[in-house]
């Protein structure tokens, strides 16, 4: 290092010429920097036995650095002593090196691995601290797998359903299932998956980049009696006219069905321009609604959320670190961080009973609940809610007391329909509330709130000055189409003027998501770009949490300081294709895990149904919930032969009838007796 820090200030003194570069001319500082050093490290004889460990040492940049560092300010220090500069400071050769040392190439190849910093933070022993990090790694490793199984298996599923295409019969040179029928019904007609004989009308781009494309059936046809409906997940296919599909597919999902009962619109998840689309035109197509297809999206996501937790869950900088801390601490963590005053399990005094829009008297289970969830210093609560007990009301009455507290809240649930409810809920608090998601998939009931349509009434009149001077630019292009020059200044007028309205539409949606009080959206929906840009939330609140896999619901908690899951895993369990999986562990819920730990510490039941007999309550609770399920004295008599336009029966004044389905047919009582259903689902 003395010989390279000698040459390189001398070359600055003897004023020859010599380039002084460290980096050796690489885009890369730090390895220049290395191999310009190498030839001076080998002019002295490496130590027998010890080849490997110099070798080592010679390639590592920061020890490289730092030698050569005190080495130049040595040499140069010399040469003022000497006379040959006056401040050592000011040389050409110390300024380059302090010029390498704040370039960016210097900090990324200097810096040191970054051991997890909890001691102060979470107030636990680093040696308990690396144990719940070695704990982490394995479940991340350990969930990881599991959704790469899960992942086949789904790919799999999804080639069979898109290989389901009609099969001509050799015999009698038709269909087995004849198709003419739906596009030219004289009779009713069975509902169906398939529309087939359809013609590409148009296409276009919606507000956020969706490919919408407007399918219409030829002639005086109308859509036959169909299933599909807005958000149907679909493969859209060239057909002939027997309806034989082509092996290649586009998917897509339903945005919308025509008034006018002969069109339906589907958004593609191809861009606008992709090569494959342009099969579609000029010929006969064919949509098929498929029960489940392989998201890349979700998947992606899932796996994203790991890696994050992984990275992130125990460093200092993560705000969600009380929440990783409490699901993957044991009893002595907890304990140390409730001395430490870090964490809270008691319940809340303040909340305000007064809330517009609320006439609620909470019953003793609803206002513990409550106040838990209220709590800042509680990290992590379970709400478990079985059918009936006002889960859905109370969770928004808890989002309506943070926000007037000034909290900012993420809600999400693993399905459309479920956050929708949520956002139904919350209509009527006045809340400043945005609903994230795909809009084909947003319900109607709900569609204000959505994202979609609130940047469309903000910027409403910015649109129609937007075509006004789009359709002006059109007809000046039409009257100089023999003039190129100006023609193509008008293009480029027109692409720019595209730009421009994208550029507002991204900011305006940008703004709405930041500007919200509430939002709201799929768990995987969580994951936009909009939503994790926008900082960090005080609460997230998982809502239908026991039918969503854990690595999903990692998505949202992610993104939030202390997190609420609400739900019940004696309900519907996350659907899970890959038995592999789900015997691994991806079919338990992160609520039916945190239900178990720290002694159930985590957990607070609602055990005051108000929607069904006592009857049905009680065999519910004794069969699935331990006993603890009481009937409110508003229902605990309520028959179905009680309301007035129901006629009274031996049956509708029956509460619970249980049926042994494994009897053989015609054993059951009259008009019981089990059929497929007509629908052709293959359902009894």
């Known amino acids: 290092m003395h010989l390279m820090a000698s040459k390189f200030a001398s070359s600055e003194i003897q004023d020859d010429g010599a380039e002084l570069l460290l980096d050796g001319g690489s885009s890369?500082?730090?390895?220049?920097?290395?191999?310009?050093?190498?030839?001076?490290?080998?002019?002295?004889?490496?130590?027998?036995?010890?080849?490997?460990?110099?070798f080592k040492a010679s390639t590592h940049y920061p020890t490289l650095f730092d030698n050569f560092q005190r080495e130049l300010r040595d040499v140069l220090l010399q040469h003022q002593n000497e006379g040959h500069i006056s401040d050592w400071r000011s040389t050409q050769s110390w300024m380059l090196l302090k010029e390498l040392a704040k370039s960016s190439e210097h900090r990324l190849a200097a810096r040191k691995t970054k051991n997890v910093v909890m001691n102060t933070t979470l107030g636990i022993s680093v040696d308990r601290t690396r144990l719940m990090q070695a704990k982490i790694d394995d479940f991340v490793k350990k969930m990881t797998d599991l959704l790469h199984l899960e992942r086949d298996v789904e790919l799999e599923f999804t080639q069979e359903e898109l290989n389901a295409t009609p099969v001509m019969d050799v015999k009698w040179k038709k269909p087995v299932q004849p198709v003419e029928y739906l596009v030219?019904?004289?009779?009713?007609?069975?509902?169906?998956?398939?529309i087939c004989n359809l013609k590409v009308i148009s296409s276009s781009t919606g507000l956020?980049?969706?490919?919408?494309?407007?399918?219409?059936?030829?002639?005086?046809?109308?859509?036959?009696?169909?299933?599909?409906?807005?958000?149907?997940?679909?493969?859209?296919?060239p057909c002939n006219s027997q309806g034989?599909?082509?092996?290649?597919?586009?998917?897509?999902?339903?945005?919308?069905l025509g008034d006018d009962g002969c069109s339906i619109t589907v958004a593609l998840k191809s861009r606008r321009g992709d090569p494959s689309f342009s099969r579609l035109f000029e010929k006969s197509v064919r949509i098929d609604r498929i029960q489940a297809l392989a998201d890349t999206v979700t998947y992606e996501r899932n796996c994203e959320a790991m890696m994050l937790l992984r990275k992130l869950g125990l460093q200092k900088r993560n705000e969600s670190i009380g929440v990783v801390a409490t699901l993957f601490g044991d009893k002595e963590d907890m304990m140390g961080l409730e001395k430490n005053n870090l964490i809270d399990w008691s319940e809340s005094k303040v909340y305000d009973k007064s809330l517009s829009g609320?006439?609620?008297?909470?019953?003793?289970?609803?206002?513990?609940?409550?106040?838990?969830?209220?709590?800042?210093?509680?990290?992590v609560l379970v709400i478990q809610g079985p059918p009936g007990t006002g889960k859905t009301g109370l969770l928004s009455y808890i989002i309506e007391c943070v926000v007037h507290r000034g909290e900012r809240v993420l809600v999400t649930a693993p399905s459309n329909g479920a956050v929708d409810n949520i956002v139904e809920k919350l209509?009527?608090?006045?809340?400043?509330?945005?609903?994230?998601?795909?809009?084909?998939?947003?319900?109607?009931?709900?569609?204000?709130?959505s994202l979609g349509d609130i940047v469309t009434r903000k910027l409403q009149k910015f649109t129609e000055e937007f075509e006004r001077k789009k359709s002006d630019l059109r007809k000046d292009l039409k009257h100089c189409i023999q003039d190129d020059s100006l023609a193509s200044g008008i293009r480029q007028l027109l692409k720019k003027l595209g730009k421009d309205y994208k550029k507002k539409v991204k900011e305006m949606m940008k703004e709405v998501v930041s500007d919200a009080e509430v939002v709201l959206s799929t768990n995987t929906g969580a994951g936009d770009p909009l939503v994790r840009k926008i900082g960090c939330f005080d609460l997230v609140i998982v809502d239908e949490a026991g039918q969503a896999t854990e690595p999903s619901c990692w998505i949202p908690i992610l993104q939030g300081k202390r997190c609420i899951l609400a739900g019940d895993h004696h309900q519907l369990?996350?659907?899970?294709?890959?038995?592999?999986?789900?015997?691994?562990?991806?079919g338990m819920s992160l609520l039916e895990r945190a239900s178990?730990?720290?002694?159930?510490?985590?957990?607070?039941?609602?055990?005051?149904?108000?929607?069904?007999?006592?009857?049905i309550a009680s065999w519910a609770s004794n069969e699935m919930y331990g006993g603890f399920l009481e009937s409110s004295p508003l229902v605990v008599y309520r028959l179905l032969a009680d309301h007035p336009f129901i006629k009274a029966t031996w049956m509708t004044k029956c509460a619970l009838l249980l049926l042994d389905t494994r009897m053989p047919y015609g054993s059951l009582n009259i008009d019981c007796e089990e059929s497929l259903d007509p629908a052709g689902t293959g359902s009894f």
């Open 184 to 194: 030219t019904h004289g009779q009713a007609q069975e509902q169906c998956d398939t």
């Open 596 to 615: 178990s730990l720290h002694d159930e510490q985590l957990v607070t039941k609602l055990t005051m149904q108000y929607r069904m007999h006592d009857s």
């Open 28 to 54: 890369d500082g730090h390895m220049g920097f290395v191999i310009q050093a190498q030839p001076y490290l080998f002019v002295a004889p490496m130590p027998k036995g010890q080849e490997a460990l110099c």
């Open 244 to 256: 034989e599909a082509a092996t290649s597919c586009m998917q897509g999902f339903v945005h919308s």
């Open 358 to 379: 609320y006439n609620y008297s909470f019953d003793s289970s609803q206002s513990r609940a409550l106040a838990l969830a209220l709590n800042k210093k509680r990290p």
């Open 427 to 449: 209509s009527i608090t006045g809340l400043n509330i945005v609903r994230v998601g795909n809009p084909s998939r947003i319900s109607p009931s709900v569609a204000s709130r």
């Open 208 to 237: 956020t980049g969706q490919h919408l494309v407007l399918f219409r059936v030829e002639g005086s046809h109308k859509l036959p009696p169909t299933r599909l409906s807005p958000g149907d997940m679909v493969c859209v296919r």
């Open 573 to 586: 369990a996350p659907v899970v294709l890959s038995r592999e999986a789900m015997e691994g562990g991806l």
